[in-house]
């Protein structure tokens, strides 16, 4: 019978697959952010707005959903995904503005310019990286909060292909007693989130 990481590895395949297909689409797809700021913004209200000028026109396009980026205030926010894999960040993008970003989906670039934040991946000329935003300042890296915007939230192969079960995969192929688990927790300096700088593996051993 296969071990763990076996197993996760076998999973793995299928989940890049389609992660990649995902990240490079066949043709533009418009990603709206779905969460709790962003619906408040109306974004429920522009995906219908974009689906609406989409249809009357037969547009060559897709639509999916994100978690916003983290900018609420420029909420309701928008991504499109080229083929060649460049993400654009737009926003705030009202019930007005669907024809423009529709637009700029299907080849007129520039129409949905004054809407651009920045690029999430890839490379546009003349749109600068959303990382070189004023507000990201102060965070060179994305750790926790790393797949989002590049992945749809509900899609569990996605999350599998950003390496999502690694860790557990490792521990469970290696066989570790939960005591080893622990110690390996406590070793690593790793603290739970409640701000309270309590050691993890102290934590689990209360459990």
Same mark, same amino acid.
């Given at each position: 019978m296969p071990d &763990? $990481? !076996? %197993?996760?590895?076998a999973l793995r395949v299928t989940a890049d697959a389609e992660y990649a297909a995902w990240r490079n689409p066949e043709r533009p797809r418009i990603d709206v952010a779905l969460d709790q700021s962003s619906i408040t913004n109306g974004a429920l209200q522009?995906?219908? &707005? $974009? !689906? %609406?000028?989409?249809?009357?026109?037969?547009?060559?396009v897709d639509f999916g959903r994100v978690h916003g980026y983290g900018m609420q205030w420029v909420h309701p926010t928008v991504q499109i995904t080229f083929p060649d894999g460049a993400t654009v960040l737009y926003g705030p993008v009202r019930e007005a503005d669907a024809a423009a970003i529709v637009d700029e989906a299907t080849g007129r670039w520039g129409a949905a310019a004054a809407l651009r934040l920045g690029t999430i991946t890839g490379e546009r000329a003349g749109v600068p990286s959303i990382r070189e935003h004023p507000f990201f300042a102060l965070e060179p890296e994305r750790r926790l909060l790393r797949n989002i915007g590049l992945t749809d939230p509900e899609a569990l192969n996605h999350y599998l292909a950003?390496?999502?079960?690694?860790?557990?995969?490792?521990?469970?192929?290696?066989?570790?007693?939960e005591e080893a688990v622990r110690n390996a927790l406590n070793d690593s300096g790793l603290t739970g989130r409640g701000g309270a700088n309590f050691p993890a593996g102290t934590k689990w051993g209360f459990l």
């Open positions: &763990a $990481l !076996e %197993r996760y590895e522009t995906r219908a &707005a $974009l !689906e %609406r000028v989409a249809a009357e026109r037969n547009a060559a950003r390496d999502g079960y690694r860790a557990s995969a490792r521990m469970l192929g290696r066989h570790l007693s």
